[in-house]
């Protein structure tokens, strides 16, 4: 099966700064890489994804680029704030009959004032 | 606005004891997910369903079964309950013919003793 790994597994950057988070993939077959945000005692929540036929998608401060050949993709936060503090997931999925995803194990970024 | 909902955000429970986590959601989504999430390991499919009365293995379904006798809700059983089941339980729905987005519920903090 699909294999995610993510790093790193803690963040810091002080405010104003970017962030950079990885992950890699498994299964060439992979076609969906979504980003979920998990803010203290919350659920996560889906905040960029992008499919394989896109090398880079960006939303306001956040991007995500996706290499098919180094089976790697990439979230990327701009001008990070106090409120982008909290744990990240990535994911890939395979066409399959759910659409399932595999998680890799999360980032917990924190902002510094 | 998607919801979904969890019986329960906290429940404690005794070894060998059988334990059921309902999850339901109102937006009439075909696949339906359960996965616990444990610190460092991020979020790990137990058990997946697409249709009614339909149920496959996600990558950790030991110790576990579910039951979806009805489209909106998925129940998730621990036969036996033991205490390496003690986590974190979050079940998500999903449109099946969408751009893949999972909607979680708020999750449901088990403890076995």
């Known amino acids: 099966g699909e294999n995610v790994e993510q790093h790193p597994s803690t963040l810091s950057v002080q405010e104003g700064d970017s962030a950079v988070i990885k992950c890699t993939y498994s299964?060439?077959?992979?076609?969906?890489f979504p980003w979920y945000k998990q803010e203290l005692g919350k659920r996560p929540q889906l905040i960029i994804d992008i499919r394989s036929n896109v090398g880079e998608k960006k939303d306001q401060r956040i991007a995500v680029t996706l290499n098919k050949t180094a089976k790697h993709f990439s979230l990327h936060i701009t001008e990070t704030q106090p409120e982008d503090s909290a744990v990240y997931f990535c994911a890939a999925s395979l066409t399959g009959s759910a659409r399932q995803l595999t998680f890799g194990s999360g980032t917990q970024l924190t902002v510094l004032p | 606005d998607v919801k979904v909902t969890q019986s329960s955000r906290y429940l404690v429970k005794r070894t060998g004891e059988k334990v059921f986590l309902e999850c339901v959601q109102d937006m009439d989504h075909e696949n339906m997910f359960w996965y616990r999430q444990d610190p460092g390991l991020g979020l790990r499919l137990i058990y997946f369903s697409y249709d009614v009365k339909m149920k496959e293995k996600g990558d950790i379904p030991e110790g576990y079964s579910v039951s979806r006798e009805k489209k909106e809700r998925f129940s998730l059983i621990l036969e036996s309950a033991s205490t390496n089941q003690t986590s974190m339980y979050l079940c998500?729905?999903?449109?099946?013919?969408?751009?893949?987005?999972?909607?979680f519920g708020p999750g449901t903090r088990l403890t076995v003793t």
């Open positions: 998500a729905s999903s449109l099946q013919r969408e751009a893949y987005e999972q909607y």
């Open positions: 299964d060439s077959a992979s076609n969906y």
